[in-house]
């Protein structure tokens, strides 16, 4: 350990940011710089609170030390802060306390324990005149910053704590910063919030280079994770650029019982009682690890308990799943609460398998305890089955949101619009006028996911009703006057340009509330992806589904899918604005040229092909190349990883993983796993419209997409997998029990429930439809593991696995030890066996319903080998077609004997 106390000029020179600020954190009177053996930092000297945290072999700092300056008055937050609500047996009212608020120099703690760098008595910072006496330390553990803090009850009666937060403040703050210098210099915290177990994972938003994991000390819990209000300090907090500070709370009672009393917490809330003279000791652990992808290991190395569940945490009721638990002391208990029978099994460390019982429907936890008496809770959620919960919504938006009001003066009839689930009715008029007016993302996404449910589950009615939308409503009033462009808002605000009755509660002074001319612009690139999937989708049941009989033929649909695109992005995007950039679901476009080509449409599929060379080839000399509407983004990702991926553009292809992998976490919390960072849009598509951390908003399903092409290409990746399956399941939990679909979960302890609006919910859908597929992995220490599907113990030979998909899709499987990527074009995959020892596969394929066995004569085999062409696989007794192996379905049945060639 070394100490070294640096005078404030050299900060200062370093960083003219630290100076002309309020500075109540004592910034101007230096620092106190140590280094443990991974990590360098410093503290400010005066408050004792941690400056700035370094990976002592890159100098990479996960802390904002250059914008400290303007971070230092009173009421922002730092690492090293405390929180707390305490009341005594004379105050049934708990008082509130907060270091942040009022600072003073801290007091100094003398005599100091060997390892501890500083230490102070919080007394001037807390109001000495409280019942209890806290002291912070900051010490050296092995490699390892740990921070502890020693609460005593100083009165002569009991005090109970019913909150004690930490603080997690790092460089997540985007504001004054170039895109270059924020994929460069910030980082991502992301919670695990479960209890001992529980741990803060710090992500570099590059997604490369060390990272961090933040675990408790001892038997320090994490019960609940809370965003903290802070004054704005000129950074925009709790804005696009800036989505502020939360902090790991280990008790949170008082928080539960008053602000807290309406929503359901993640875990059960606590406080802690002591008696006169008592110490409580908890505090945090700062880790260093090589990289996001060994965050895992560092939470196992500090010796606190890691939960990995197979496939996730979002388990169908028909789907068994596997929870592998990594601690050095054995499980004592592990109660599911009735949502599972946990059934042990052999196998390196503890492994269960837990499988629904059926008597519980969403959220639900696993509580694990151990034999040294730490406890752990995952937090899981159960859908119904993947099948019925899609047939759930589509039957929900074809009734309850579909529009039919053929007076309207907007031509909105016939839709299917967004819906609110609070009031039970279709959002006619929103002063966010996209909302009401079936464009942008907030008002497409009731039909988007109708739409696209066709093409992962088409039902005869919903087509329909599909079909109708647009040929009546998006032919001639979403594109107008005979064009392809899209246009903003079908709803407006102008009440002299229309016979409309507005609602006069409403605000319509904000610069949402578009006039006419606003409304009707076809230049916003995102709005094409909406209409393309619409008629893609229904392409594909023309084409896949002969004897449904729409009101057009397949080449119909596709020729409008193909134009629509091109008039936005073909010539330079000169149409549209945006169109340099990814568009949100943009992997449809992949999916419509591959069609093209299969149609044999070759000069089409040429002129597609050299539009989105173009927007690659351009992206391939951008440093960071995830432009977008906003100044940070998760959403361009998708788009520029698919086109520099299908060009070979592998530099860039490459980047674009890690930066996913740098907002996309993996921990054991249904919530958490595999949710790509979205904090803005519930103010542009929610009813409860605020800044805050969304849960499997769209971003979840769509970033997964790049995640699953990239383990298809690197089938041992099994940590991409892990990542990208949640996220593409994640649309799952956002359908209620009565089918509604909500834009995303709200994340702050005091909500905890889904949006009411459906807003953007269908662009989450689109990406769980484009990537559902089942996944057989064979893992070098756990061995078969199936994702999306449930594996056959009995298998008659011990070379072959069998397993049946339970997937939202079922037309899927992709085999890892082969590389192999099977789709079928129509009906649904019941059984996959995979022989191990020929390395052949056989499906046996079944229609989705009785009424599809009269559709369906012949069904189309796709075989991909992504990144392999060495071995070609071919389906036994099969004429190729449409780019791949046609097989007869006549009978209702078939089976697909796949082969290498």
């Known amino acids: 350990m070394r100490i070294v106390r640096s005078a404030f000029y050299l900060a200062a020179t370093l960083h003219p940011r630290l100076i002309n600020a309020q500075d109540d954190l004592g910034v101007s009177q230096g620092f106190t710089t140590f280094r443990t053996g991974a990590i360098s930092g410093q503290l400010v000297t005066s408050s004792q609170n941690l400056a700035s945290l370094r990976s002592a072999a890159s100098d990479f700092d996960f802390l904002p030390f250059d914008f400290l300056a303007q971070l230092a008055s009173n009421g922002a937050h730092h690492i090293g802060d405390v929180t707390l609500r305490y009341r005594t047996s004379s105050n049934t009212s708990w008082i509130s306390r907060d270091s942040s608020s009022s600072r003073g120099p801290v007091a100094p703690l003398v005599n100091l324990e060997p390892g501890v760098i500083m230490g102070a008595d919080l007394a001037p910072t807390l109001d000495g005149n409280i019942p209890l006496k806290v002291t912070r330390e900051w010490l050296v553990l092995g490699d390892d910053l740990a921070l502890r803090f020693n609460v005593t009850n100083s009165a002569s009666g009991i005090v109970e704590m019913g909150s004690f937060g930490l603080p997690i403040s790092i460089n997540n703050i985007f504001t004054n910063r170039t895109a270059v210098d924020t994929q460069a210099n910030c980082s991502l915290a992301d919670p695990y919030i479960g209890l001992q177990a ?236 996209w909302i009401a007016g079936l464009s942008d993302e907030g008002g497409t996404g009731a039909y988007l996911a109708t739409s696209m449910k066709q093409f992962a589950q088409p039902d005869a009615h919903e087509l329909g009703v599909v079909d109708d939308f647009i040929h009546d409503t998006v032919v001639g009033t979403i594109q107008q006057n005979n064009t392809f462009g899209v246009v903003a808002s079908t709803f407006f605000y102008q009440p002299n340009a229309t016979n409309y009755t507005y609602d006069a509660s409403i605000d319509w002074s904000t610069w949402t509330s578009w006039n006419k001319a606003r409304a009707y612009t076809t230049r916003r690139a995102y709005n094409y992806i909406h209409s393309t999937a619409t008629y893609w989708a229904l392409y594909r049941n023309a084409r896949n589904y002969p004897d449904i009989k729409l009101r057009a033929d397949w080449s119909w649909y596709l020729g409008r899918a193909y134009n629509t695109t091109q008039y936005c992005l073909s010539n330079r995007a000169a149409n549209c604005d945006y169109g340099l950039v990814g568009l949100m679901g943009e992997t449809v476009l992949g999916e419509l040229l591959e069609d093209l080509k299969r149609e044999g449409l070759a000069s089409e599929a040429a002129a597609l092909e050299s539009t989105m060379r173009y927007r690659a080839r351009l992206w391939d000399t951008q440093a960071v190349p995830y432009g977008s509407e906003m100044a940070w983004d998760s959403t361009g990702q998708e788009g520029v990883y698919y086109w520099t991926n299908y060009f070979n553009l592998t530099s860039t292809a490459t980047k674009t993983i890690n930066s996913i992998l740098g907002y996309m976490p993996t921990v054991a919390h249904w919530g958490w796993n595999g949710n790509a960072r979205r904090y803005w849009d519930f103010v542009y598509a929610a009813r409860i419209t605020q800044v805050e951390r969304q849960i499997h908003h769209y971003g979840s399903a769509l970033n997964s997409l790049p995640l699953l092409s990239y383990f298809e290409q690197n089938p041992t990746d099994l940590y991409a997998l892990r990542v990208a399956f949640a996220g593409n399941t994640a649309p799952l939990t956002n359908i209620d029990e009565g089918g509604f679909g909500s834009a995303a979960f709200h994340s702050y302890p005091e909500l905890l429930k889904w949006d009411p609006y459906s807003g953007d919910y269908g662009q989450g859908f689109l990406g769980l439809a484009l990537g559902q597929c089942t996944y057989i992995v064979n893992d070098r220490i756990h061995g078969d593991l199936i994702f999306g599907g449930n594996l056959i113990e009995a298998a008659s030979n011990a070379t072959t696995v069998l397993m049946e998909p339970r997937d939202a899709v079922r037309r899927r499987v992709f085999v890892a030890d082969l590389g192999l990527k099977i789709e079928i074009s129509a009906g649904v995959i019941q059984r996959v066996a995979y022989d191990k020892a020929t390395r052949g596969v056989a499906l046996d394929i079944v229609p989705l319903s009785a009424e599809q066995s009269l559709c369906v004569k012949n069904i189309v085999v796709w075989l991909k080998r992504p990144g392999h062409t060495t071995v070609a696989f071919g389906v036994a007794g099969a004429e190729k077609s449409r780019g791949g192996w046609l097989v007869d379905f006549s009978d209702g049945t078939s089976t697909a004997k796949i082969t290498a060639t």
């Not at 042990?344 to 696993?366: D, F, N």
């Not at 003066?409 to 008029?429: H, N």
């Open 198 to 433: 529980g741990y803060v994972r710090v992500s570099p938003l590059k997604g490369t280079g060390n990272a961090l994991a933040i675990t408790p000390m001892g038997s320090t819990q994490f019960e609940a994770w809370r965003f903290l209000p802070e004054p704005d300090g000129n950074f925009g907090y709790q804005s696009q650029t800036f989505e502020g500070n939360y902090e790991w709370q280990i008790h949170s009672l008082a928080w539960a019982t008053n602000e807290w009393n309406n929503s359901v917490p993640w875990n059960s809330p606590t406080s802690k009682t002591l008696e006169p003279g008592e110490v409580y000791s908890v505090g945090l652990r700062f880790r260093l690890t090589d990289s996001v992808r060994s965050i895992e290991d560092a939470v196992v190395a500090s010796e606190t308990p890691l939960a990995v569940g197979i496939p996730g945490y979002v388990v169908p009721v028909d789907l068994t799943a596997s929870l592998y638990l990594n601690y050095s002391f054995p499980v004592a208990s592990i109660d599911t609460g009735g949502a599972f029978t946990a059934i042990e099994l052999s196998g390196p460390g503890s492994v269960y398998r837990l499988t629904p019982t059926g008597s519980i429907w969403g959220r639900c936890r696993v509580t694990i305890r151990y034999a040294d008496g730490k406890t752990q809770t995952v937090h899981y959620f159960i859908p119904k089955s993947a099948s019925s919960t899609l047939a759930d919504m589509g039957q929900f938006f074809i009734t309850a949101a579909h529009f039919t009001d053929a007076s309207d003066p907007f031509g909105r009839a016939p839709s299917i619009m967004t819906y609110d689930r609070q009031l039970e009715k279709i959002v006619t008029q929103d002063p966010r006028v």
